[in-house]
Nanobody
Framework: QVQLVESGGGLVQAGGSLRLSCATSGRTLTMYFMGWFRQAPGKEREFVAAVGWSGSYGPYADSVKGRFTISRDNAKNTMYLQMNSLKPEDTAVYYC????????????????WGQGTQVTVSS
C-alpha cells in the first residue's frame, strides 16, 4: 500500500510563490518516476512536471518552464514543487503521482495518487 500526501497549497497573489510537498509512505518509491499534475474546474488533468528516481531528469510543461522547479529527496521520501512567478492561470488542484509510466506526461500511466492540494492565484 502506498500513500501520497500533498501539502503547501493556498491562496497567493499573482507574482508570488508557493512550495508544494508530496510525502510518501507505505512503500519505498525510490525507483519510481514521480510527477505533478493539476486540474482546473471543467478541465482535464494536465501534466506539470516529472522527476526520475535519481532526481536528475525533470521534464516540464511549457506553461511552467522557467517558473516551477521539481525536486525529490529520496531519503525523506518527499517530492517538492517550487512555484515562482505564479499566474492566475496556475489556479488548480495540484496532485502528485508515482509510477513507472512509459509516457511521463500521461496521467493515466501513473499508479499512485495523492488527494490533491488547492492552489489559488489571485490577480
Amino acid at each position: 500500500q502506498v500513500q501520497l500526501v500533498e501539502s503547501g497549497g493556498g491562496l497567493v497573489q499573482a507574482g508570488g510563490s508557493l512550495r508544494l510537498s508530496c510525502a510518501t509512505s507505505g512503500r519505498t518509491l525510490t525507483m519510481y518516476f514521480m510527477g505533478w499534475f493539476r486540474q482546473a474546474p471543467g478541465k482535464e488533468r494536465e501534466f506539470v512536471a516529472a522527476v526520475g528516481w535519481s532526481g536528475s531528469y525533470g521534464p516540464y510543461a511549457d506553461s511552467v518552464k522557467g517558473r516551477f522547479t521539481i525536486s525529490r529527496d529520496n531519503a525523506k521520501n518527499t517530492m517538492y514543487l517550487q512555484m515562482n512567478s505564479l499566474k492566475p492561470e496556475d489556479t488548480a488542484v495540484y496532485y502528485c503521482a508515482a509510477g513507472r509510466p512509459d509516457n511521463y506526461s500521461d496521467y493515466k500511466k501513473y499508479d499512485y495518487w495523492g488527494q490533491g492540494t488547492q492552489v489559488t492565484v489571485s490577480s
